[in-house]
């Protein structure tokens, strides 16, 4: 996907998003690295919650990074966007990824390939910053695939004369003046893949860089990210809390949608403040499936993890031991889970800092409005790279 920054299309951190600028939790850009030796080198046993189980779940996420790894030359980068040096080539993944295919059902199958094929390293690491883990989902909504009656909101693909625009260099329009190129016609029409009900739905689809979209006929289309104008993200967040419409402590996903939905004049204005844009695609994939992330591969609920690709590939392994939200109520649940690097965000800078994926829903995206925890990522190094240094 990628979201405004994340390659599912948008992902970034919903709650860290939506507050972008007007938080000192969202982590710098530092580039730390992280070097492996004996000190830094863990047992499994050393992984509070490692035999709790789940482990099954996350090699089927493992095994799509692994399709996608074998097809790389064995001197390749394992994420040619990565230049930390602590995850080796593609070559030293390989025997891995290779055995990865023959490992039976069950999380107890899958607990023994991990701990026989990996080493849990540390990563703590000087000017590593704070941890900071958020969370996204695939948004739901009400759409038709023809303007009319309550559908009136586009979601449109990218125009072939913004395509040629960038090839040749030049800068593409703003939000306000693509919206008004819109309305005045002076965009082919056909580039409008759904129409949807609720233009707050447009804005958080915006957001997440992808979705569901349920139709009147009792189909569901899903819309994936195709491009962005690359213009400036401003903060709805951000400016309703420089407008005095919702304290700073007290904004999240829940609380905009709130605040949009009772001020519906001010909807549109409020959006225009903000530059960039982002355009779709019909997505063709199993409804049981997440959307692609920045690796191109199906992401898996509560198992794919958007992480700094300066600092940390896609297709790496890693034991994130947090908290989540407790689904629409108060207070917060442990959350330790074997993850896979499958996406990226403007917003996800540092090696400790990382996006939860938490699939479609109103659960999941009661989860991820929420969601701003600490905790500590752990990554799992194939053995034979971890023996060679």
Request: aromatic share 8%; glycine share 12%; proline share 7%.
């Amino acid at each position: 996907m990628k979201r405004h920054g994340k390659t599912l299309g948008a992902g970034l951190g919903l709650a860290l998003l939506l507050l972008a600028g007007c938080s000192g939790s969202e982590a710098s850009g530092m580039t730390a690295t992280a070097s492996v030796g004996p000190e830094n080198s863990l047992s499994f046993n050393d992984l509070e919650g490692w035999s709790s189980g789940g482990q099954a779940l996350s090699l089927g996420a493992f095994r799509r990074s692994c399709t996608r790894i074998l097809k790389l030359n064995h001197d390749d980068l394992l994420d040619p966007k990565t230049g930390n040096a602590l995850y080796g080539e593609a070559g030293d993944w390989r025997a891995a990824c290779a055995a990865a295919a023959g490992v039976g059902p069950g999380d107890e199958a899958a607990r023994r390939y991990f701990e026989s094929h990996f080493i849990p390293v540390s990563l703590a690491a000087e000017g590593s910053g704070k941890s900071l883990f958020t969370g996204y989902y695939e948004p739901e909504m009400k759409g038709a695939l023809h303007r009319g009656g309550v559908y009136q909101t586009p979601i449109i693909g990218f125009p072939p004369e913004f395509a040629a625009a960038r090839r040749a260099g030049k800068t593409l329009p703003t939000r306000s003046e693509i919206e008004d190129m819109l309305a005045r016609g002076e965009l082919d029409p056909g580039l409008a893949l759904v129409w949807l009900a609720d233009p707050v739905d447009a804005f958080f689809l915006h957001v997440q860089g992808s979705g569901r979209v349920a139709l009147e006929d009792g189909r569901t289309v899903r819309l994936a990210f195709a491009a962005k104008n690359e213009r400036p993200y401003t903060s709805i967040g951000k400016l309703l809390i420089e407008d005095g419409a919702i304290p700073r402590d007290e904004v999240s996903m829940q609380t905009i949608r709130a605040w949009l939905e009772s001020h519906p004049d001010a909807v549109r204005p409020l959006l225009r403040r903000n530059d960039s844009y982002i355009f779709f695609k019909m997505l063709t994939a199993d409804p049981s499936l997440g959307p692609p992330g920045a690796e191109q591969v199906n992401l898996t609920p509560q198992r794919s993890l958007a992480v700094d690709r300066s600092l940390h590939p896609l297709g790496a392994l890693f034991w994130l031991d947090t908290t989540a939200p407790t689904p629409h109520r108060a207070g917060e649940e442990p959350f330790r889970q074997l993850m896979v690097a499958q996406d990226t965000g403007t917003a996800i800078r540092g090696l400790q800092r990382g996006d939860v994926f938490w699939g479609p829903g109103a659960e999941a995206a009661d989860i991820a409005g929420r969601m701003k925890q600490p905790g500590e990522l752990i990554a799992l190094l194939p053995r034979n790279l971890v023996a060679g240094r």
